[in-house]
């Protein structure tokens, strides 16, 4: 297998497989710091073997039990045989690779060690997307704007502080889930995030994290059917998710809201979203960020079309999400809202306003939309300008590509 086929395999496994393989690891040795260790090790194997003697029939199988083999040997070399070394080595001599298959239980337990208590909100998320959704420190950095190095302090210092408070690699009990909750809700979507709308790389989606976080979503509804905001990230994301088919076309390229085909749109991801949207507002009480998002998607799911798209009653959601959670994002959100509901003109006073505020310096999103809203006043060289500043921000080619050529159409 040629170096370049086999570096591309190693990522593409690396991307789908790597959260089973790390909650594997850290169930078996009990440190999540060095179950990702001996995760990549086994990684560097791969790339060394699989260019003479090709890849596995189940690579992450593979993975897997390179990496037990290294934390045996580890534990060989410091004279640590005790219980849990002869259990591991007496279960890797029973088992084959091919009969290897991630407890389905373990991605979750992943996600509430890494956001222990003891850990910053800053801290809890850099290590989720890096341990569960596989995501380099640049991806990582982007998703939540701010520098690579700040990324790689975060998770060094998770990584440690985890370590020294002893904490276990286990679902906690009910009464810690409130502890918990909040952060674990926030990492899983943003998780669903990336595959919604990939940062960077060749790919517009990636369908398997958006699949990852949902599982863990509908997981988390199962383990707490009584909170409210469960149920609102799980609509949300299957309101979400229901439009994947329809936002690429037949090459991989994006294919935007005004422009999909709504036949393709999956009725029943819909219904399942709004149910669960429903039994959020009957557990009562105001609705929180999620369900408000969920609602926002609900308004798109159940319009025939754009311009028949109930905006003001978007507005009104978007209003409400604001006062709950100031974000430059949603504030963006919301000026493509009022656009459609009030007219670009009044929509480009807001995105203008959060120019001159500063806001999102290196996103694309804020000049991309601004691009849009002149195009549509008119004004085509100033479109075409911003357009092409969003293009060189764009950090996704596909995103890129689509900026370049509504540039060049202006």
């Given amino acids: 297998m040629h170096d370049a086929v086999t570096a591309a395999a190693v990522e593409a496994v690396w991307r789908i497989e790597s959260a089973r393989i790390v909650a594997a690891l850290a169930r078996i040795t009990g440190d999540l710091g060095l179950a990702e260790d001996l995760a990549?090790?086994?990684?560097?194997?791969?790339?060394?073997?699989?260019?003479?003697?090709?890849?596995?029939?189940?690579?992450?199988?593979?993975?897997?039990?390179?990496?037990?083999?290294?934390?045996?040997?580890?534990?060989?070399r410091r004279e640590r045989l005790d219980d849990r070394y002869r259990a591991i080595a007496h279960e890797t001599a029973e088992a084959g690779e091919q009969d290897w298959e991630p407890i389905p239980d373990d991605v979750l337990r992943l996600v509430f060690t890494a956001c222990s208590p003891v850990l910053s909100r800053e801290s809890q998320v850099a290590l989720t997307l890096r341990v569960v959704g596989g995501l380099t420190t640049t991806e990582i950095g982007r998703l939540l704007l701010v520098?690579?190095?700040?990324?790689?302090?975060?998770?060094?210092?998770?990584?440690?502080?985890?370590?020294?408070?002893?904490?276990?690699?286990?679902?906690?009990?009910?009464?810690?889930w409130a502890?918990?909750?909040?952060?674990?809700?926030?990492?899983?979507y943003l998780v669903f995030t990336e595959g919604h709308t990939a940062t960077s790389g060749p790919e517009w989606l990636r369908p398997d994290l958006a699949e990852e976080a949902l599982r863990l979503g509908r997981m988390l509804a199962g383990l707490l059917p009584q909170e409210p905001e469960v149920h609102g990230l799980v609509a949300l994301m299957e309101l979400q998710a229901s439009r994947f088919a329809a936002r690429r076309g037949p090459a991989g390229e994006p294919v935007l809201l005004a422009?999909?085909?709504?036949?393709?749109?999956?009725?029943?991801?819909?219904?399942r979203g709004r149910a669960a949207l429903a039994r959020a507002a009957e557990l009562g009480g105001a609705p929180g960020p999620y369900a408000l998002q969920a609602a926002i998607a609900e308004q798109h799911a159940i319009a025939p079309s754009v311009p028949a798209t109930d905006w003001p009653a978007i507005v009104r959601l978007y209003d409400a999400l604001l006062r709950l959670r100031a974000n430059p994002v949603v504030e963006l959100n919301r000026a493509v809202a009022v656009s459609m509901a009030s007219g670009p003109a009044a929509g480009l006073a807001l995105v203008d306003d959060l120019a001159v505020r500063g806001v999102l310096p290196a996103n694309h999103l804020l000049p991309s939309i601004r691009g849009e809203l002149l195009d549509r006043l008119g004004r085509t060289e100033e479109a075409r300008d911003a357009l092409q500043q969003a293009a060189a921000l764009a950090t996704n080619d596909r995103v890129r590509a689509v900026l370049l050529a509504k540039a060049a159409a202006g």
């Fill in 40 to 76: 990549q090790e086994a990684l560097v194997e791969a790339l060394e073997q699989w260019p003479s003697v090709g890849a596995p029939r189940n690579p992450g199988a593979w993975l897997t039990a390179v990496a037990k083999r290294r934390a045996i040997d580890g534990w060989r």
């Fill in 259 to 271: 422009d999909q085909d709504r036949t393709r749109w999956d009725r029943a991801q819909i219904a």
């Fill in 179 to 188: 502890s918990r909750l909040t952060a674990v809700l926030g990492v899983v």
């Fill in 147 to 176: 520098p690579v190095p700040t990324v790689q302090a975060r998770i060094t210092r998770a990584k440690k502080a985890l370590a020294a408070a002893h904490v276990p690699f286990e679902t906690p009990e009910p009464a810690e």
